[in-house]
């Protein structure tokens, strides 16, 4: 079946390509970090972006969406470098920038899910919930490690996402179930 939506092909493209790009970036960050525990959660964010990638390829098959070889490309290259730049930009970005970016990958995914509802098409809601909701555990897990650092309040304000804000509007205590969670990152 053949999907007439162009925004959640290409988003679905991305998602694919841009879940290579964070494995990666795992990958650098885990190796630059000293504490063994840091390193085994870290190594296990890595295997999850590696499992979304998987998931949303699978999708895409089941709709003809060809994979983008200019994502492929563009995502390589970031994830290579953003890899490489964590044994020298220190302990506290690397932590900082993979919440800043997991904490709008939450959306990534429950805006999939809501373009597949607009088709009518909901036998992928509980995938793209289950995955936006491991998204928000990873961006909670990076500002645990950070929330208290004297850097955080200046990298809030300047790149809008921190203690006081996130891109998202998922609260892990309080989430509502697969079937409620249409207002999840909706955009106004």
């Known amino acids: 079946m053949k999907l007439n939506h162009p925004a959640l092909t290409d988003l679905l493209q ?5 879940e290579k790009a964070a494995a990666f970036a795992y990958q650098g960050h885990a190796g630059s970090v000293k504490d063994v525990s840091e390193k085994a959660a870290i190594r296990q964010i890595e295997i999850d972006e590696w499992f979304h990638r998987k998931e949303v390829l699978q ?3 089941v709709y003809d969406i060809p994979v983008s070889k200019w994502y492929e490309f563009k995502f390589y290259i970031i994830g290579k470098i953003i890899s490489g730049s ?8 690397p932590f900082y920038f993979a919440g800043r970016l997991e904490s709008g990958n939450v959306c990534e995914y429950f805006r999939i899910k809501q ?4 088709l009518g098409i909901k036998e992928h809601d509980l995938l793209f919930y289950e995955m936006g909701m491991k998204e928000k555990e990873h961006e909670i897990y990076f500002l645990a490690h950070i929330k208290t650092n004297k850097f955080l309040p200046f990298y809030e304000k300047y790149f809008s996402w921190g203690n006081n804000s996130s891109f998202n509007n998922i609260d892990l205590d309080k989430k509502y179930p697969v079937e409620h969670s249409d207002h999840y990152c909706k955009r106004e």
């Open 115 to 118: 373009y597949f509802n607009s």
């Open 14 to 18: 991305k998602a694919y390509s841009a």
């Open 86 to 93: 964590c044994y020298v930009i220190g302990w506290f970005m």
């Open 59 to 61: 999708i895409m098959n």
